[in-house]
């Protein structure tokens, strides 16, 4: 992730070396605004014919390919059922409601209120810090990260088909090209390309794990929530680090995720685990929510699974109800239920409170950031967040059996924190 904090060129500078060569006839990719000036000049005075070393554009996709054979490896005849609902769905033509008995837009305000009851879409601040961090931006400086990319995503523990457990690892510079290249090849998701143009989603990616990425965050960690968002986690994490003798910065940093997609990619229906609320702020391209209340949950059939060790993390609490095209005999009670929906746009955040149902699908190639965040009305299980984050599997069972006896003495602390300040020096 080289030059990660490098500042694009303006708008302005590009302008002004295009109008050094009126003869210029091309366009200028978006991603030449992280290349250096005089690469940017060279390619404008050569009519688009020379570009940076390493930027020549890719007929084919290393991930897509990847993909394939991995489909094949394992005898993968089918897409996962929640994509083959979507391209059905987009053939009929319909809108992107759901079957449900009602639907309404979610409401807009220009800020969160202290306690999230109710979803909200919320505009970015004019000068948010997360603007640059476009696909792109990821393109260029993740070549040197690595992450698995699931078919069905979150992960659930009791997921046994084998398009439901389909994963392919990848850089996030080999995500996007095959992102680009299936928004180019199949932008309309049709389900006789589902297994040409399988659908892997980037979900989870933690890109401020890195050494570039910790300087990145904490440069602008403060600003990345959207305006009113009330999180007291960060205050909890560095009582937490400070017990375990870690680096606030290294743990915290895990908290904060990156979902890339191509079209059609479905992060499935489901609750966020422990009881935590979550902002997702679009970075670049739409992404389709659809949302349902804690009310609705016995209309959704519910299914519950414990812990998956994934770093890309999991769903504890899961719908497999086909939202588009229930089932009529085990899922019709969907057929009564009340729904949420936001096509989120970049610079909008989306404000999902604890409990809430949520389905999302990317309709273009798109990134979100999202961070799940806690307040005092949710904090009970806060310290298991906290302790799936830090007790691996295989820990030793002593370590294993003194970091629980910590933990549950900060989840005393935590239950006895009563100063709602989100904005504490931490």
């Known amino acids: 992730m080289a030059e990660l904090l490098a500042a694009p060129l303006e708008k302005s500078e590009i302008e002004e070396l295009k109008a050094l060569f009126p003869d210029f006839q091309g366009e200028v990719p978006e991603e030449a605004a992280y290349w250096k000036k005089s690469d940017l000049e060279l390619f404008i005075a050569s009519n688009g014919q020379l570009r940076p070393k390493g930027e020549a554009p890719k007929a084919a996709s290393a991930f897509l390919s990847r993909a394939r054979q991995a489909l094949a490896e394992r005898k993968i005849g089918e897409a996962s059922q929640e994509y083959l609902s979507w391209c059905r769905h987009l053939r009929a033509g319909s809108s992107y409601q759901p079957a449900v008995a009602s639907c309404k837009p979610v409401a807009s305000a220009p800020s969160c209120p202290a306690v999230p ?19 792109d931006f990821w393109r260029l400086h993740g070549s040197q990260m690595w992450w698995t990319c699931r078919s069905k995503s979150p992960a659930f523990e009791r997921d046994r088909k084998g398009q439901d457990t389909a994963d392919v690892e990848g850089s996030p510079s080999e995500y996007v090209d095959y992102a680009r290249l299936l928004q180019q090849m199949d932008p309309q998701c049709s389900e006789e390309n589902a297994l040409a143009y399988p659908r892997l989603m980037m979900d989870g990616w933690c890109p ?23 999180d007291l986690s960060a205050k909890w994490i560095r009582m937490f680090t400070k017990i375990f003798n870690l680096e606030f910065l290294d743990f915290f940093a895990r908290f904060f995720k990156v979902s890339l997609g191509a079209p059609g990619c479905i992060s499935r229906l489901h609750v966020t685990n422990n009881g935590g609320h979550t902002w997702y702020t679009q970075l670049e391209g739409r992404r389709l929510f659809v949302l349902f209340s804690p009310a609705e949950a016995a209309k959704l059939a519910q299914e519950e699974g414990g812990a998956v060790d994934h770093v890309e993390g999991y769903a504890a609490a899961v719908s497999p109800v086909d939202i588009f095209f229930p089932n009529p005999k085990r899922h019709a009670a ?25 389905y999302a699908v990317h309709l273009e190639a798109s990134a979100t950031l999202h961070h799940a965040f806690w307040g005092l009305q949710t904090r009970g299980s806060f310290s298991e967040e906290l302790r799936e984050a830090f007790i691996a599997s295989k820990m030793p069972a002593d370590l294993r059996e003194m970091a629980d006896r910590n933990i549950s003495e900060l989840h005393g602390r935590i239950m006895d924190d009563d100063d709602d300040d989100s904005d504490l020096d931490v």
């Open 334 to 358: 969907l057929a009564t239920a009340n729904a949420q929906t936001t096509v989120l746009e970049p610079g909008q955040s989306l404000i999902v409170p604890a409990g809430w149902w949520h």
């Open 117 to 135: 009851r109710n979803p909200l879409v919320v505009p970015c601040p004019k000068a948010w810090c997360g603007q640059p961090w476009t696909l």
């Open 208 to 230: 401020f794990i890195s050494t570039e990425g910790l300087r990145l965050l904490e440069r602008h960690w403060k600003e990345l929530a959207p305006p009113g968002v009330r």
